[in-house]
């Protein structure tokens, strides 16, 4: 696809999203804000498992860090939103720094059941320290205090924060993915040791990408504290760990936008298929199922291999 | 400065009873062609793992311009100018032959940590990128993906990707392994002038006498971990030992 067809799409996406919160009724605009802040989630978490190789089943309690980060900011120091979303995401960057400092000693299947330790050591951490965490109950009561003097208590206020935190976030992972530390992880996932005989401490790259992929899980998870008001203590478990694996893994790893689509599909499925079912995990797996067998490369990647094929074939089109 | 550009102390190297390296000792100078030979399971791989920062050492030290390695992980080594080239191929499958090169060539220009400029906004790095894939002779294929080139070109990106490191000392593990004639002949020419233009010392482990005794001022004998004979190419050619343990069976 062009580069200008690119900048189209993007460019309607956009403008759908404003319309969306303008017009929109409660459902779609609480839909739509789910669909961003998974998509933060995931698309900061493919930076590490598309673009670096690296497979964590750890970003549960990252995602958690940023909501407990923010809960106990709002209960206890300021209802302050932008502070609040800011020490949720310098907490799980902290987080990120220390559970990663570790895993990054590892690669493959060590690293991701270390993340997967580490991950469960968090969740039971917030589910026993009942005092600080409130426990299984988690934190409630959050409010949403005016942003620099803007209302965002009701949800079409409040979604224009999530839109904003959104844009931010697809644009600055887009530079990274650009930039030439993300050419190194890239280089870090095609071919470990090489990128070492490049000159590259790879241990010191991993564990940037581990802290820059938590730190939007941290984002991710202080919007979505605001979102419901509360912070709850099963975002830290391990299977919330796996909805960014499958979202990307949907939408397609070797992708940007994949992340983007893939949650889209995820939050839209759940909706639909929860209506007709209870066990929507069930029509969910076949779905999935049918992506990965059919679309190698997920919905994004087979788009992208059929649109150079027509294109490899159109009379003319390469000589 | 009679400083050697590497210095081996007493190293050695063991894996379970098998001793691979037996106290060697060496140096190497700038700018002199070195090959390292010896029969299979002499300890040449070995040894260049040990070196360049695979493997660590079991005993003994060595220096690069006369600073202590010995304990230095790898992408220390390279920093310092010690690099090494891959038996089998080993680059960047999915990324361009420019990519390849680029991502070395990041690391020397410091500017691998720039998280948020565009690496194509880059031009220096741009231009050192061109600068080796000229050297290599693979300036024409630059956006094609590495594991669409032929072998023969992989094996020259290979050399390109350790070039654009600006290795001092650069080790090349059998280089020609698995190319035609016709890609042999030119990656040994290009080795020549690039080493005739004296920025890299090469060291080159070969099993292909050819290509040893044509284009080496040095030649090292490894057997069993040890090292057996040490000269010039004529001077080796005629060593009794190394006819018995090495080029005999060749002959034969």
Redesign the interface.
């Known amino acids: 696809m062009s580069r200008a067809g690119v900048y189209l799409i993007y460019g309607l996406a956009a403008l759908a999203l404003v319309a969306i919160g303008l017009f929109a009724g409660r459902f779609v605009l609480y839909l739509t804000m789910r669909v961003m802040l998974l998509a933060i989630f995931a698309l900061g978490y493919n930076l590490l498992l598309g673009r670096t190789g690296l497979l964590s089943f750890g970003h549960g309690a990252l995602y958690a860090a940023g909501a407990y980060g923010l809960g106990l900011f709002n209960l206890h120091v300021s209802h302050d939103p932008l502070l609040g979303l800011l020490v949720g995401v310098a907490f799980a960057a902290l987080i990120a720094l220390i559970i990663g400092f570790f895993c990054v000693r590892q690669t493959e299947i060590y690293f991701a059941m270390l993340t997967l330790a580490f991950g469960m050591m968090f969740f039971s951490l917030i589910w026993n320290l009942r005092e600080v965490t409130g426990g299984d109950d988690g934190l409630i009561g959050i409010s949403r205090a005016p942003l620099l003097g803007l209302p965002i208590g009701r949800d079409y206020q409040f979604y224009f924060l999530v839109l904003a935190c959104f844009a931010l976030a697809v644009w ?1 992972i887009h ?2 993915r ?7 992880l ?2 870090i996932r ?2 470990h ?10 241990k010191n ?1 991993r564990l ?1 990408a581990f802290v ?1 992929s938590g730190a939007f899980a941290g984002l991710a998870g202080s919007l979505a504290t605001l979102l419901e008001s509360n912070a709850n203590p099963f975002s830290a478990h391990w299977s919330h760990s796996a909805e960014p694996v499958l979202v990307s893994l949907m939408g397609g790893l070797q992708t940007f936008s994949g992340p983007l689509v893939g949650s889209v599909i995820f939050v839209v499925l759940r909706e639909v298929i929860e209506r007709f079912t209870e066990n929507w995990m069930l029509w969910f797996g076949v779905i999935l199922l049918a992506i990965i067998m059919g679309l190698r490369g997920g919905v994004m990647g087979g788009l992208e291999k059929r649109l150079g094929r027509a294109r490899a074939a159109r009379p003319g089109g390469a000589s | 400065m009679s400083e050697p550009l590497l210095r081996v102390e007493n190293l050695s190297k063991a894996f379970g009873k098998v001793v691979t390296a037996n106290g060697l000792n060496f140096e190497l100078k700038a700018g002199e062609l070195t090959s390292i030979i010896g029969p299979n399971g002499a300890g040449k791989s070995t040894l260049i793992n040990v070196l360049s920062g695979s493997l660590s050492a079991d005993g003994g030290r060595i220096f690069f311009e006369g600073q202590d390695i010995t304990q230095l992980p790898i992408h220390r080594r390279v920093q310092r100018g010690l690099c090494r080239s891959f038996q089998v191929v080993n680059v960047f499958p999915h990324l361009s032959v420019f990519q390849n090169v680029e991502i070395p060539v990041l690391a020397v220009a410091r500017r691998a940590h720039h998280f948020f400029r565009p690496v194509g906004g880059e031009a220096e790095v741009a231009d050192m990128v061109r600068a080796v894939l000229e050297r290599v002779g693979l300036a024409g294929q630059a956006q094609t993906p590495a594991s669409a080139l032929s072998h023969g070109d992989q094996r020259l990106l290979e050399v390109g990707i350790a070039l654009a490191a600006r290795p001092k000392l650069l080790f090349l593990d059998e280089p020609t392994a698995g190319m035609n004639p016709v890609e042999r002949v030119d990656i040994l020419q290009n080795i020549r002038r690039l080493s005739a233009s004296g920025e890299t010392t090469f060291v080159i482990v070969e099993h292909d006498m050819d290509v040893v005794f044509s284009l080496s001022d040095r030649v090292m004998v490894l057997h069993r971990g040890g090292l057996i004979c040490d000269g010039p190419p004529d001077h080796v050619k005629g060593d009794g030992q190394v006819r018995e343990c090495y080029l005999g069976e060749e002959v034969r």
């Open positions: 600055v530079r990274i650009g930039s030439a530390f993300g050419l190194v890239a280089g095609e071919n040791q090489r990128t070492s005989f490049a000159g590259i401490p790879v790259y940037a820059v």
